[in-house]
């Protein structure tokens, strides 16, 4: 077997296992060859970036086709970790990859227990163009602007990548005025609902209302199907990385699938 031939195998294993979730390596099938060879590839493809090259690879021939609609919805889910993931050792210093894993993993505890939540922007075909991860208790306002600096749709010919939506969808969890200003000074129209204790204080102190268009908002069930489609693959509704590196790596391999599928 040729090398390329190899790394397909390698892929297809990967996708295999996020899919029906295998948490340990005697459950891989064997015609993916073996689960250290997979798993080796799969870590060292995370470390490097590759799933993000190719994520944004795929992202660019959409755009330069006009293929992507740049109304852009953002919202996040929580994810339980498995025990498998829980079992995570102390970050020893060392190379850069240790170095860029958080302290946390991106485990946190909430009601759920240890959750993880993904952070996700998607196109208004409910295609992700960006995502990281971060412990579950987190509060999505704290993530948007970090989110939104990650879409990057790189140009197929010359010229600087896209990073600016059209517009952007978000639920009430991202009404802040600060976030708000953000989104007004990077001249991006944005769709959001006002919280009922912003628009008393609004209504006692004076002001505009902020725009609010609700055929627009209607829209936002695009992100919703969206996870869905991700939380298909039982291996991202499940959490059993150890590490964020990897399970962010996952989540990405998991989007550039459905890229694949639409394009």
Not at 28 to 48: H, N, S
Not at 135 to 160: K, N, Y
Request: hydrophobic share 30%; aromatic share 8%.
């Amino acid at each position: 077997m040729n090398p390329r031939s190899k790394r397909f195998q390698a892929l297809q294993g990967l996708s295999a296992g996020f899919r029906s979730g295998v948490p340990q390596p005697p459950d891989l099938p064997e015609r993916y060859g073996p689960w250290k060879t997979v798993y080796t590839r799969f870590r060292r493809y995370a470390l490097d970036g590759v799933f993000t090259r190719a994520l944004q690879q795929i992202q660019a021939h959409a755009d330069a086709a006009g293929d992507i609609d740049w109304l852009v919805q953002i919202d996040s889910t929580i994810v339980r970790a498995h025990q498998h993931a829980a079992a995570t050792a102390e970050k020893k210093g060392g190379g850069q990859h240790q170095q860029d894993e958080p302290d946390d993993h991106a485990l946190g505890r909430s009601r759920g227990g240890l959750t993880t939540k993904i952070h996700l922007a998607c196109d208004g075909k409910g295609r992700p163009l960006a995502l990281p991860v971060t412990p579950g208790q987190r509060h999505d306002s704290v993530c948007a602007r970090p989110l939104l600096e990650r879409i990057r749709v790189p140009r197929t010919g010359p010229g600087r990548p896209r990073c600016r939506p059209d517009q952007v969808i978000a639920d009430k969890a991202y009404s802040s005025r600060g976030f708000r200003a953000y989104l007004r000074k990077r001249g991006i129209a944005h769709t959001i609902p006002e919280k009922t204790d912003q628009r008393r204080h609004r209504l006692r102190r004076g002001g505009r209302p902020p725009g609010f268009d609700r055929e627009t908002y209607r829209r936002r069930n695009m992100i919703e199907r969206c996870f869905n489609r991700l939380k298909g693959f039982r291996g991202i509704a499940t959490r059993y990385e150890k590490t964020a590196t990897s399970y962010e790596a996952a989540v990405t391999l998991a989007s550039f699938l459905l890229w694949a599928r639409s394009v």
